[in-house]
C-alpha cells in the first residue's frame, strides 16, 4: 500500500522542496520505490528530478510507488486536494515569531484527525545554537503539541548553505550514499536528515522489514 507524505507550509521560503529531495533521497536509500507530485507552481521539486535524470539518475517512479510525496505551494489553501489521503503531513518551519504563528494558524485550522499526522520540522536551525527568537519559537510548538495531545515535533535540519543548495544540481550518486570524503558538512547532513526520516519511516509503519 501506497503511504502518502504531504509536504506543506502555507508560507514559502521555508525549505519545502528541500524536506521533499531528502524524504526522497532517503526512501530510494531504504530500497523503496517513489513517486513525487509537484503541487509548486515554481516547479522546482520537478527541476530537481530532471537534474537527476540529466545525472542518469530516476527519481520518481508514479506506478504503484511504496511511496507518494507532495511538493506544496507556499500559499494557504494549497494543500487542500492531498490532505484528506496523507498518512503524514511534514510542516518545516523556521523558528520566527511569523513563521511560528503561520504554521500554529494552519495547525488549528485542520480537522482533528489531521492534527494527529502533522510533524514539525524546524529548519534552517543555526549550528551554534539557537538564539532567543528562535528557543521561544520551539517552545511555542513543544507547548502547541502539548495543548492540543497530537502532532508531533521531528528532529530539526541545521542551515547548510554549502549543502543542500547543491542538492538540486542533482547527482549520479544518492544522497546518503555520497562517500565520507565528501565532507564533513555533508555526513552532518546525512546524520540528521536520517534521524528526521527515520522517524517519519517509524510513523509510516515501514521501520519493520525495511529492504535496507
Given at each position: 500500500m501506497t503511504r502518502r507524505i504531504l509536504v506543506h507550509n502555507p508560507k514559502g521560503g521555508v525549505g519545502k522542496t528541500v524536506v521533499v529531495a531528502l524524504a526522497a533521497e532517503w526512501f530510494l536509500h531504504r530500497g523503496r520505490t517513489v513517486n513525487l507530485i509537484d503541487a509548486d507552481g515554481n516547479h522546482s521539486c520537478q527541476e530537481w528530478v530532471d537534474n537527476n535524470r540529466e545525472e542518469g539518475r530516476e527519481i520518481s517512479t508514479p506506478v504503484d510507488a511504496d511511496v507518494e510525496i507532495v511538493d506544496t505551494k507556499g500559499v494557504p489553501g494549497s494543500a487542500v486536494p492531498f490532505l484528506r489521503g496523507s498518512d503524514l503531513i511534514l510542516t518545516p518551519f523556521q523558528l520566527y515569531g511569523y513563521d511560528v504563528s503561520e504554521v500554529i494558524e494552519m495547525f488549528d485550522a485542520l480537522p482533528a484527525e489531521l492534527r494527529r499526522r502533522v510533524g514539525f520540522i524546524?529548519?534552517?536551525?543555526?549550528?551554534?545554537?539557537?538564539?532567543?527568537?528562535?528557543?521561544?519559537?520551539?517552545?511555542?510548538?513543544?507547548?502547541?503539541?502539548?495543548?492540543?495531545?497530537?502532532?508531533?515535533?521531528?528532529?530539526?535540519?541545521?542551515?547548510?548553505?554549502?549543502?543542500?543548495?547543491?542538492?538540486?544540481?542533482?547527482?549520479?550518486?544518492?544522497?546518503?550514499?555520497?562517500?565520507?570524503?565528501?565532507?564533513?558538512?555533508v555526513a552532518n547532513a546525512q546524520q540528521e536528515s536520517a534521524e528526521l526520516f527515520r522517524q517519519a519511516e517509524r510513523i509510516l509503519g515501514l521501520d519493520a522489514g525495511a529492504p535496507r
Amino acid at each position: 500500500m501506497t503511504r502518502r507524505i504531504l509536504v506543506h507550509n502555507p508560507k514559502g521560503g521555508v525549505g519545502k522542496t528541500v524536506v521533499v529531495a531528502l524524504a526522497a533521497e532517503w526512501f530510494l536509500h531504504r530500497g523503496r520505490t517513489v513517486n513525487l507530485i509537484d503541487a509548486d507552481g515554481n516547479h522546482s521539486c520537478q527541476e530537481w528530478v530532471d537534474n537527476n535524470r540529466e545525472e542518469g539518475r530516476e527519481i520518481s517512479t508514479p506506478v504503484d510507488a511504496d511511496v507518494e510525496i507532495v511538493d506544496t505551494k507556499g500559499v494557504p489553501g494549497s494543500a487542500v486536494p492531498f490532505l484528506r489521503g496523507s498518512d503524514l503531513i511534514l510542516t518545516p518551519f523556521q523558528l520566527y515569531g511569523y513563521d511560528v504563528s503561520e504554521v500554529i494558524e494552519m495547525f488549528d485550522a485542520l480537522p482533528a484527525e489531521l492534527r494527529r499526522r502533522v510533524g514539525f520540522i524546524p529548519n534552517r536551525v543555526r549550528a551554534m545554537g539557537l538564539t532567543r527568537e528562535q528557543a521561544e519559537g520551539f517552545e511555542q510548538i513543544e507547548s502547541l503539541i502539548r495543548q492540543e495531545g497530537v502532532g508531533r515535533l521531528l528532529p530539526g535540519l541545521v542551515d547548510r548553505v554549502a549543502v543542500y543548495p547543491d542538492l538540486f544540481n542533482g547527482s549520479p550518486v544518492n544522497f546518503f550514499e555520497r562517500p565520507a570524503e565528501s565532507g564533513k558538512s555533508v555526513a552532518n547532513a546525512q546524520q540528521e536528515s536520517a534521524e528526521l526520516f527515520r522517524q517519519a519511516e517509524r510513523i509510516l509503519g515501514l521501520d519493520a522489514g525495511a529492504p535496507r
